[in-house]
T-cell receptor
Framework: DAKTTQPPSMDCAEGRAANLPCNHS???????VYWYRQIHSQGPQYIIH???NNETNEMASLIITEDRKSSTLILPHATLRDTAVYYC???????????FGKGTTLSVSS | EAGVTQFPSHSVIEKGQTVTLRCDPI?????LYWYRRVMGKEIKFLLH????????ESGMPNNRFLAERTGGTYSTLKVQPAELEDSGVYFC????????????FGPGTRLTVL
């Protein structure tokens, strides 16, 4: 699976959009981009995933560049409860293990 | 629908003792995964069951760790004998069939080896 690079930390004001970047320049054509997060002392939680097209669900939006070498997770209206470590994971196929990196620690403040 | 459950939530044992962690996946989920995070490190994959079969155990650190999933339902992870470096949080996750896009994680078991 391709490696990902994320900033170690980011800050966001409550109510504003949080835009979390991820670089995955070695991604191959059949690899998906997944985002998970881990809120302190809980198990990781799935957020969203995509292959080529932008995706949106009730939690977030995922924007993947045309060359697929980078992506951005967008939390449209961040709340204090969104404070967590966010992991960008590139994965070959469903049903395989997740490879976690260091992720981005997002701190949302009022 | 109940989520993934893990037992115990915390375990404190002495070096050299044995500990067994249990994971109950979401009902009907064929895929079951074990991960762990040791102090200061990233979350690491340990192994993957499909039903009762071990699909991938490439992440198991050594032969002190034994995972089972009899009958393809719940799974146990036994550490025998435990060492200090085994301390950490052990997570279990499950996903459904071939779709398996979303892995549902349990709350984890915090293991402390003294």
């Amino acid at each position: 699976d391709a490696k990902t690079t994320q900033p170690p930390s980011m800050d966001c004001a409550e109510g504003r959009a949080a835009n979390l970047p991820c670089n995955h320049s070695t991604i191959s054509g059949n690899e998906y981009v997944y985002w998970y997060r881990q809120i302190h002392s809980q198990g990781p939680q799935y957020i969203i995933h995509g292959l080529k097209n932008n995706e949106t669900n009730e939690m977030a939006s995922l924007i993947i560049t045309e060359d697929r070498k980078s992506s951005t997770l967008i939390l449209p209206h961040a709340t204090l409860r969104d404070t967590a470590v966010y992991y960008c994971i590139v994965r070959h196929q469903a049903g395989t293990a997740l490879i976690f990196g260091k992720g981005t620690t997002l701190s949302v403040s009022s | 629908e109940a989520g993934v459950t893990q037992f115990p939530s915390h375990s404190v044992i002495e070096k050299g003792q044995t500990v067994t962690l249990r994971c109950d996946p979401i009902s009907g989920h064929d895929n079951l995964y074990w991960y762990r995070r040791v102090m200061g490190k990233e979350i690491k994959f340990l192994l993957h069951f499909v039903k009762e079969s071990k699909q991938d155990e490439s992440g198991m650190p050594n032969n002190r760790f034994l995972a089972e999933r009899t009958g393809g339902t719940y799974s146990t992870l036994k550490v025998q004998p435990a060492e200090l470096e085994d301390s950490g949080v052990y997570f279990c996750a499950s996903s459904q069939g071939d779709r398996g896009n979303e892995q549902f994680f349990g709350p984890g078991t915090r293991l402390t080896v003294l």
